[in-house]
């Protein structure tokens, strides 16, 4: 066992620390692939890292020597050394969602080892077709995210508990995620909570959200683990699911809509929830009785998934090193901000009692120190 006696280590030093076991994983990685590609030539290419501690490969399978032109297979390693949990869960779930939607499909396992082979959808993500496209042609990428979404949640949800273990996105869950805003965001930008409005909020919000019909939720459904399928161009290949869980039917929809990474108008998200309530009506899902009572029922969990999304993201930044996310709250504390408004005026009796009030400390107080950090520092 290493103990070190001085109180900080320089970053050189704990690089110089973590390159052998780097390059022992390394190691055990391509031995593993060795003996599941026998016989077989590939190289293998480092992905760019996502918000986990996973690491993703690319291993080209190629003929001949590793100078030789003509590839044979392609697909995506997933290294989960100190997640073998999650890795389980991913496979469990994998085989949960393939029935109704295009997940990748899985090639060679070693959960003991952490490693997994899996299909490669390729390299364009659903946010790479929206650059540049047509306003039509960004309604039919959304209608078929939209219609991929319905299938998921037409499994059965007793299907989802029963055979693959599924947890409840329950009030508990939910709750925690919340408190990700008052643990990591409002200390970062220097205000006090207040405690009493704070309450009050998260206690309306779940009252309405577990009422909800309940689905297979992905909780991560959004432009960055959608995926144009290599193999047939008009499919959706959906990845990064292994944190699915059942809960309330509009989580997965205002992941997409009001997604931390692409922004639309108000007037564009509204019609595609109207779009969405007509897709459940006609797949003969359990949903709101009127297209604006979705709307409402978005904008609730909308609220919840911001605060810890806010939360996460000031998290990943402190904790884990990762700035690049800094750059993208502003468009989250947009979409926060209009879900408070539009509860504030449009929400139920009960919820404005609650909301009006804490977003009112939200724009008096919060909305100016955030302003002063972020303006100042990050943007």
């Not at 029935?99 to 990748?104: D, F, G, H, T």
């Not at 499909?105 to 077709?129: M, N, P, R």
């Not at 693959?164 to 508990?172: G, M, N, S, T």
């Not at 959200?209 to 047939?232: E, G, K, T, W």
Request: glycine fraction near 4%.
């Amino acid at each position: 066992m290493l103990f070190m006696t001085e109180k900080t280590i320089t970053d050189e030093r704990i690089l110089e620390l973590a390159i052998p076991a780097i390059n022992t994983r390394q190691e055990s990685l391509e031995c593993w692939l060795k003996q599941v590609f026998e016989n077989q030539t590939f190289t293998l290419e480092s992905l760019p890292g996502d918000a986990s501690a996973r690491r993703y490969h690319r291993i080209q399978l190629v003929a001949g020597g590793t100078d030789d032109t003509t590839k044979i297979a392609r697909y995506i390693v997933m290294d989960s050394a100190d997640e073998q949990d999650a890795m389980q869960q991913f496979i469990n779930v994998a085989k949960l969602m393939s029935q109704a939607i295009n997940v990748p499909t899985l090639i060679a396992q070693d959960v003991t080892k952490g490693f997994l082979v899996l299909q490669d959808f390729g390299a364009v993500e659903f946010a790479h077709l929206l650059v540049g496209a047509t306003p039509a042609q960004v309604n039919d990428y959304y209608q078929s995210a939209m219609q991929a979404l319905v299938a998921l949640q037409q499994i059965p949800v007793e299907t989802a508990k029963s055979q693959h273990q599924l947890p409840d996105y329950d009030a508990a869950m939910l709750t925690r995620e919340m408190d990700l805003f008052s643990e990591w965001f409002i200390p970062h930008i220097g205000v006090t909570l207040d405690t009493s409005l704070w309450e009050n909020l998260k206690s309306a919000l779940i009252e309405e959200i577990v009422l909800q019909p309940q689905v297979i939720v992905h909780r991560d459904y959004h432009s960055r683990n959608l995926m144009q399928d290599q193999a047939d161009n008009t499919r959706l290949g959906v990845i990064d699911f292994q944190d699915a869980v059942i809960g309330a039917h509009s989580y997965d929809l205002v992941s997409l809509l009001r997604d931390a990474y692409v922004e639309w108008s108000e007037a564009q998200v509204t019609q595609w929830i109207h779009d969405f309530w007509q897709l459940q009506k006609q797949a003969g899902l359990a949903t709101a009785d009127s297209a604006e009572q979705l709307e409402s029922q978005v904008n609730i969990m909308g609220v919840q998934r911001h605060l810890k999304v806010l939360g996460i993201f000031i998290r990943l930044y402190e904790r884990d090193g990762k700035s690049r996310y800094l750059a993208d709250i502003p468009k989250v504390m947009r979409d926060f901000l209009f879900e408070l408004e539009w509860l504030s005026t449009k929400g139920s009796a009960r919820l404005q009692q609650v909301v009006l009030p804490f977003n009112q400390w939200i724009l008096d107080t919060v909305l100016p120190a955030y302003q002063t950090k972020f303006v100042q520092q990050y943007i």
